[in-house]
């Protein structure tokens, strides 16, 4: 545990752009549409036409927000 306390790790935070639409979008589908509890739990991943609803509600949402708070 101390190892990883110790262990300095760097990122940047960036605005979304319309560019990185698909990085999102692929960044969902591999890592948040599978681990999220409630995604999970309702087995999302399964259904296609509510996995692609859900995608555009989401992408859809942080355009939004990227929009709303520049």
Not at 3 to 26: A, E, L, W
Not at 51 to 70: A, G, P
């Amino acid at each position: 545990m101390n190892d990883i306390k110790n262990n300095k790790v760097s990122f940047n935070i960036v605005p979304i752009t319309d560019n990185d639409k698909q990085i999102m979008r692929n960044s969902l589908r591999q890592y948040f549409f599978r681990d999220e509890p409630l995604c999970a739990s309702l087995g999302l991943i399964k259904e296609k036409e509510s996995l692609i609803q859900f995608e555009n509600f989401c992408t859809d949402l942080i355009k939004y927000e990227s929009w709303h708070w520049s």
